[in-house]
Nanobody
Framework: QVQLVESGGGLVQAGGSLRLSCAAS????????MAWFRQAPGKERELAAG????????YYVDSVKGRFTISRDNAKNTVYLQMNSLKPEDTAVYYC???????????????????WGQGTQVTVSS
């Protein structure tokens, strides 16, 4: 059974930073793309950042470009999301997810994720 466990969320003032971690078990992530989604109250879930299995292709939603950095440490089977210059509109529950298909090289819109973490709350105060 694959498990994804997020950590690192919390309450931070605007302009501050947080680093989210997602530790995977039951599947070696080195062959799989990973992603961070977020869902704010009353809004649909959105893909915030994604990283391909090779690490060569990375996606960011426009609203986080230049502020967030997704990375992976395959030796630790962990993916990270470094969030800097946080804004109140970044407040959301953040979820990590793993691609269903190994060595996927298509577009991010075509990715299917088969396992999700339980989520970690990020709250940015103004």
């Amino acid at each position: 059974q694959v498990q994804l466990v997020e950590s690192g969320g919390g309450l931070v003032q605007a302009g501050g930073s947080l680093r989210l971690s997602c530790a995977a078990s039951g599947r070696t992530i080195s062959s799989y793309g990973m992603a961070w989604f977020r869902q704010a109250p009353g809004k649909e879930r959105e893909l915030a950042a994604g990283i391909a299995w090779s690490g060569a292709r990375i996606y960011y939603v426009d609203s986080v470009k230049g502020r967030f950095t997704i990375s992976r440490d395959n030796a630790k089977n962990t993916v990270y999301l470094q969030m800097n210059s946080l804004k109140p509109e970044d407040t959301a529950v953040y979820y990590c997810a793993i691609n269903r298909r190994p060595y996927y090289s298509g577009t991010y819109s075509g990715v299917e994720y088969d396992y999700w973490g339980q989520g970690t709350q990020v709250t940015v105060s103004s």
